[in-house]
């Protein structure tokens, strides 16, 4: 969830103008909303690579939200069960109805079953996660190009800094080692670039290895590649009138790939290059053979790969997928998008915040990595229009007036007219589903009871509702 949405949303929240918030997990994480039962539409999730099931850890930290400190004594959490058991109790209840009717015909339901590949929670699913105790914590340290330039900027030995580092975390010995070997891999490959200088004497300060004074206050490497991007930007002629773009895209290749933009990319240039076929008259069968070689804009590829792989050669350590060409700070650009423009295109709403995270890297990249040799008017204008509407999450487009680059103005907003206050109205009781779990919260205690009588299960009483509270509510 985007900052500016977090906010708004624990605003209106608190103020007592939201009946229903919906979210992904991360809604549980860092917002501060009052909430009185929470429901869970299922127990599973995607995390990136697969379907599984919700983590004991994930669960309590949504359903920790549920109870408002100073209006309610209990808490309610709901988890729906899936839709086959839905549809299943249904029939259920539908023959059930016809025997009763009838009882000399026997109807037996026709029961469904999962589909094929998908995760399945039941009530069991359900108690596990509630008796369960949360995961371990996971040591996540990293070792990167900006860890080491931020310690070497120090004044003191940078080597007995990063030995402590290695030595006093949460890591076991075998992750300890890892990190030191993979410190020393990078600061011989700091040392190749000119990033870092090795002295031949200890300094005064005791200090063996020093940041190269050429480099600007604001240098900073906060990619895996940044160095690599270093050594391309000599290969680049200024010449061209596409330099910047250039640069821009030599940047963009070392930033790690929104992959949900990138598909959207994709798949728009591939209906893109299926009309032109059509057009032209390609049988269909060839359409689908020719459009499998069509993926997302990669300008400079064909420059970058043979680099990336002499590179490589040197430093063998590096992925070789690492290096993912793509073009969405330079497409913004060049079409003139902002970021509302580029999510709205592309159709990424529900990746806006990665969409939104890699601008942000793009800009701290420009920013940060390209030495003020390389710089343009241009590039400073870029930097500078992305940096003054950071804050907003917005990329302000830019547009060719009389030949030159200019941000696009804005335009004033025009104010809106407020709706009269709702009048102080009780919440109603909360209704139950016939098809779904609840769970009421005492303190430390838990209990389990279904929401209402079920043929599935045994009846059982309801948890007593919470106090009504007096709080206005809308319409």
């Not at 371990?136 to 900006?146: E, F, G, I, R």
């Not at 050429?214 to 270093?230: E, I, K, R």
């Amino acid at each position: 969830m985007l900052p500016r949405y977090r906010r708004l949303v624990e605003q209106l929240a608190q103020a007592g103008l939201l009946t229903v918030i919906c979210g992904t997990d991360t809604l549980g994480v860092g917002v501060n909303v009052p909430i009185r039962t929470v429901l869970f539409t299922g127990l599973a999730k995607f995390d990136g690579q697969r379907q599984r099931v919700l983590r004991a850890r994930e669960f309590h930290q949504i359903a920790g939200r549920a109870g408002r400190a100073g209006f309610d004594t209990a808490g309610y959490v709901v988890v729906q069960a899936p839709e086959h058991v839905i549809e299943n109790e249904k029939a259920k209840a539908k023959a059930e109805a016809r025997n009763a009717a009838n009882p000399k015909k026997k109807s037996k339901p026709q029961l469904k079953k999962p589909p094929e590949g998908t995760v399945v929670w039941t009530e069991q699913t359900f108690g596990k996660l509630v008796e369960g105790r949360p995961e371990p914590l996971k040591s996540q340290m990293k070792v990167d190009n900006a860890m080491l330039v931020n310690v070497a900027a120090r004044e003191e030995d940078a080597f007995g800094v990063m030995r402590r580092l290695m030595t006093d975390n949460h890591e076991d010995r075998r992750g300890q080692l890892r990190l030191a070997r993979r410190a020393v891999r990078l600061a011989r490959t700091l040392v190749a670039s000119g990033v870092l200088t090795r002295l031949d004497e200890v300094d005064e300060r005791g200090r063996r290895y020093v940041l190269t004074e050429a480099l600007p206050d604001t240098f900073a490497l906060n990619q895996p590649l940044s160095h690599f991007a270093l050594a391309v930007l000599d290969v680049l002629d200024p010449a061209v009138p596409t330099y910047t773009l250039d640069v821009v895209s030599v940047v963009e290749a070392v930033l790690e790939a929104p992959r949900p933009l990138l598909m959207a990319q994709q798949h728009a240039a591939r209906g893109e290059a299926i009309s032109a076929l059509k057009a032209e008259g390609v049988e269909y069968d060839e359409r689908m053979a020719l459009i499998e070689d069509v993926t997302w804009p990669e300008p400079l590829a064909d420059l970058l790969e043979p680099l990336y792989e002499t590179y490589r050669e040197r430093q063998p350590w590096l992925s070789p997928d690492a290096l993912v060409p793509k073009s969405v700070v330079r497409q913004m650009w060049e079409q003139g998008m902002g970021f509302t423009d580029l999510v709205s295109r592309y159709q990424v709403a529900r990746s806006e915040g990665l969409v939104l995270r890699y601008l942000t890297d793009a800009y701290r990249a420009l920013r940060q990595v390209v030495p003020a040799a390389r710089r343009t008017d241009e590039l400073d204008l870029l930097v500078g229009v992305a940096g003054r509407d950071r804050a907003t999450g917005r990329l302000l487009p830019a547009r060719r007036v009389g030949g030159a680059l200019r941000p696009r103005p804005r335009l004033p907003r025009r104010p809106r007219a407020r709706a009269a206050p709702a009048a102080a109205s009780p919440c109603r009781s909360r209704a139950g589903c016939s098809t779904s779990w609840c769970a009421t919260r005492c303190g430390a205690a838990w209990s389990w009871s279904p929401a209402t009588t079920s043929t599935a299960w045994s009846p059982s009483r309801r948890p007593p509702p919470s106090p009504r509270c007096t709080r206005p509510r809308p319409p």
